[in-house]
C-alpha cells in the first residue's frame, strides 16, 4: 500500500512570495488533513477534510491560506503572501473513515527568508 | 492553552533499559491517546494507541499507561534499542476529531 505523498520536499521561498504544496493521500481514504510543524512543536491542525468537504478550518489563517480537496483525493495548501513566522514543516496526512490512526506523509519544509 | 504536554523535551536511556516518556493533558474529554514517533526527514508514524476505558495497552515493546484520574499517560519502551532514537509526540482526541499533539520528547538511546 502506498503512503502519503507530498512535494515538493523543500521549498525557500522570500517572504511576500507565494508557495503552494501538494498532498496525494493513501488511496481510499476520505479524510484528509493539513498540519503546521514549527520547529520544537508539535503539530497543529490548519485544515480537516472529508472527502471534499470542510470539516475543521478554524485554525488556518484564511487571510493568507487556502486550500482545496476539489475531487476527494489529492489536496492542494497555498499560502499568499508568506511571511518570515510562515516557516515550518508543512505535513499532510490521512485517516481511514473514524479510526483515528492518521498516516503522515514525509512533509515539505518550507524556508521563508 | 497548550492541552496537551510534554514536558521532558529530552530523554537519554542506555541501550537494553527502560525508556519512559510521560505527556499530561488538561482536556477531561479526551477519549483516545496516540503515541506517534518521527525520525528526521520523516512524518510522524503511528505507534500505539489507548482509549479512555483502558488503563494499558501492550504491544510488543511498547506499553502505554493511561491514568485518567491524573490525566496522564505514559509510553515504556522495554528493552530500548538504538533504533528507538527518534522523537516521541503524545496526541488526544475527542470522538476520532482532529489530533491535539504535544511538543514531543527526543529520545536518545545510547549503546
Known amino acids: 500500500e502506498a503512503g502519503v505523498a507530498q512535494s515538493p520536499r523543500y521549498k525557500i521561498i522570500e517572504k511576500r512570495q507565494s508557495v503552494a504544496f501538494w498532498c496525494n493521500p493513501i488511496s481510499g481514504h476520505a479524510t484528509l488533513y493539513w498540519y503546521q510543524q514549527i520547529l520544537g512543536q508539535g503539530p497543529k491542525l490548519l485544515i480537516q477534510?472529508?472527502?471534499?468537504?470542510?470539516?475543521?478550518d478554524s485554525q488556518l489563517p484564511k487571510d493568507r491560506f487556502s486550500a482545496e480537496r476539489l475531487k476527494g483525493v489529492d489536496s492542494t495548501l497555498k499560502i499568499q503572501p508568506a511571511k518570515l513566522e510562515d516557516s515550518a514543516v508543512y505535513l499532510c496526512a490521512s485517516e481511514d473513515r473514524g479510526l483515528s490512526e492518521q498516516y503522515f506523509g514525509p512533509g515539505t519544509r518550507l524556508t521563508v527568508t | 492553552d497548550q492541552q496537551v504536554k510534554q514536558n521532558s523535551p529530552s530523554l537519554s536511556v542506555q541501550e537494553g533499559r527502560i525508556s519512559i516518556l510521560n505527556c499530561d493533558y488538561t482536556?477531561?474529554?479526551?477519549?483516545?491517546f496516540l503515541w506517534y514517533k518521527k525520525y528526521p526527514a520523516e512524518g510522524p508514524t503511528f505507534l500505539i494507541s489507548i482509549s479512555s476505558i483502558k488503563d494499558k495497552n501492550e504491544d510488543g515493546r511498547f506499553t502505554v499507561f493511561l491514568n485518567k484520574s491524573a490525566k496522564h499517560l505514559s509510553l515504556h519502551i522495554v528493552p530500548s534499542q538504538p533504533g528507538d532514537s527518534a522523537v516521541y509526540f503524545c496526541a488526544a482526541t475527542i470522538n476520532t476529531d482532529k489530533l491535539i499533539f504535544g511538543t514531543g520528547t527526543r529520545l536518545q538511546v545510547f549503546p
Open positions: 477534510f472529508q472527502n471534499n468537504g470542510v470539516v475543521d
Open positions: 482536556n477531561s474529554m479526551f477519549d483516545y
